[in-house]
């Protein structure tokens, strides 16, 4: 147990205190459509378009209508990561499954020890975090030595779960490359509704490569956080949504999909 206040905590008690207003509040929400479980049940029916998203945030992850490619958000500019390896810049009037975004400040920055991968960096960085009870909105600028990424192909109805759709996801590997990570840091009481820990969506600089993160070497980099203090979850009444088996337990699945390891 801490006896002290971390400066980083005092930092962000005094930032939310100060930012506690109305007007701040909507910029401090996380605004999600659908629910994880409800994609890894299938749930993949176009349930909102990105002009009816973009109105609750400029930087976000997702995925497509019909699991059509990992999908990254930033400076409201919206990104498709193909399962070609391909990566688009999508029209408002695409739609999305399910997707997660906030209003983007760069509310803390810090600088991670040089030469991490992916699970040294996720310990560094959750003991880095002011506390384990808020969700965060995850910015990482870095040069990477390599990194790990895949997406999923489109798919067509009756879906299937992504659990067995993960299976014919593809890897990329791209080394020396500069690029953002893009995405969630949330608490474990999410588990059904979002990603429990670290969800991060990788596009490089040059906008030519992208998906959803496996794996890391970072070379040098910069950690961009913005705590989120609301969150709205927006249920749709597309009917499968509400016919879908939302009552198993499906961390055992999220596991393995989010590691890229179905
Ligand atoms: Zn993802």
Redesign the pocket.
């Known amino acids: 147990m801490r006896l002290f206040l971390p400066s980083a905590i005092f930092f962000f008690a005094t930032q939310l205190l100060a930012t506690a207003s109305v007007a701040q509040s909507d910029r401090d929400t996380l605004f999600q459509v659908s629910t994880i479980d409800a994609l890894l049940a299938g749930v993949y029916q176009p349930l909102a378009t990105l002009d009816e998203v973009l109105t609750h945030g400029d930087f976000g992850?997702g995925?497509f209508a019909g699991l059509d490619g990992?999908l990254i958000l930033v400076a409201g500019d919206i990104y498709q990561a193909a399962a070609d390896g391909t990566v688009r810049k999508m029209p408002g009037t695409a739609a999305t499954p399910f997707i997660s975004l906030t209003w983007f400040d760069a509310d803390e920055q810090l600088q991670p020890p040089p030469g991490l991968d992916y699970a040294a960096f996720k310990t560094w960085l959750e003991a880095e975090l002011p506390s384990p009870n808020l969700t965060y909105a995850v910015r990482v600028d870095g040069q990477f030595a390599s990194i790990h990424y895949r997406s999923v192909p489109a798919q067509e109805p009756p879906y299937r779960p992504l659990k067995e759709v993960a299976k014919e996801q593809t890897y990329f590997k791209r080394e020396k490359i500069a690029g953002t990570l893009i995405?969630f840091w949330c608490p474990s009481y999410v588990k059904g509704l979002n990603v429990p820990g670290f969800?991060l969506?990788f596009l490089s600089d040059d906008r030519a490569s992208a998906g959803?993160?496996l794996d890391f070497s970072l070379t040098k980099g910069k950690v961009t956080l913005d705590p989120t203090t609301g969150w709205t979850l927006e249920l749709p009444m597309d009917k499968a949504f509400l016919r879908a088996n939302l009552g198993t337990d499906r961390a055992e699945a999220l596991h393995a999909v989010?590691q890229g390891k179905p």
């Open positions: 992850l995925t990992e995405g969800h969506h959803h993160l989010e």
